[in-house]
T-cell receptor
Framework: GDSVTQMEGPVTLSEEAFLTINCTYT??????LFWYVQYPGEGLQLLLK?????DKGSNKGFEATYRKETTSFHLEKGSVQVSDSAVYFC??????????????FGKGTLLTVNP | GAGVSQSPRYKVAKRGQDVALRCDPI?????LFWYQQALGQGPEFLTY????????KSGLPSDRFFAERPEGSVSTLKIQRTQQEDSAVYLC??????????FGPGTRLTVT
């Protein structure tokens, strides 16, 4: 079945450091890929997405590129801020076939950014 | 505008009690989803509604779990005879069909 594997946390960085959170997936066909963020006490929010190979999703300084060859969708940010401290989830959704509506999530990566 | 709301935000139940968790989706959203998020894990799919029709309940862990959306708007997830392994955060999401899912803040259920 479909699965998402993401980098185990927690990740602790100093402000302005470079961030990478790795994500790889297993799925039938070519799914859409997502990064969600969960700030303390809040619900999941969509951070960025990519719907086909080589697409780059970007938002709030975060970027991720859909790599079909390596089945990866790594999240990057050049300079993190304290306000980026949150849990980050990688997820996929099938684009065709059965169950092309539900999200399959990784386990999440806790990011803490210190001033 | 208003997002997805869930109530209660926190629920403590004694083992064996029944609980009901409510989800108010964004107005006009056809699709509604329930996910279960165990501690330290990512959300896992439970069930999916399109309007009032429950099209997929394959993720419900046992027949103690039941979900409904009788008028195609508000949804209730009911858990009968709660067990300790039911302790988790229950997330509701809604969407226009085929588009981004918007999540509520979740209900944290603790079974003692």
């Amino acid at each position: 079945g479909d699965s998402v594997t993401q980098m185990e946390g927690p990740v602790t960085l100093s402000e302005e450091a470079f961030l990478t959170i790795n994500c790889t997936y297993t799925a039938t066909g070519y799914p859409s890929l997502f990064w969600y963020v969960q700030y303390p006490g809040e619900g999941l929010q969509l951070l960025l997405k990519a719907t086909k190979a080589d697409d780059k999703g970007s938002n709030k300084g975060f970027e991720a590129t859909y790599r079909k060859e390596t089945t990866s969708f790594h999240l990057e940010k050049g300079s993190v801020q304290v306000s980026d401290s949150a849990v980050y989830f990688c997820a996929l959704r099938r684009n065709s076939g059965g169950s092309n509506y539900k999200l399959t999530f990784g386990k999440g990566t806790l990011l803490t950014v210190n001033p | 505008g208003a997002g997805v709301s869930q109530s209660p935000r926190y629920k403590v139940a004694k083992r064996g009690q029944d609980v009901a968790l409510r989800c108010d989706p964004i107005s006009g959203h056809v699709s509604l989803f329930w996910y279960q998020q165990a501690l330290g894990q990512g959300p896992e799919f439970l069930t999916y509604f399109q309007n009032e029709a429950q099209l997929d309940k394959s993720g419900l862990p046992s027949d103690r779990f039941f979900a409904e959306r009788p008028e195609g708007s508000v949804s209730t997830l009911k858990i009968q005879r709660t067990q300790q392994e039911d302790s988790a955060v229950y997330l509701c999401a809604s969407s226009l069909e085929g588009y981004e899912q918007y999540f509520g803040p979740g209900t944290r259920l603790t079974v003692t």
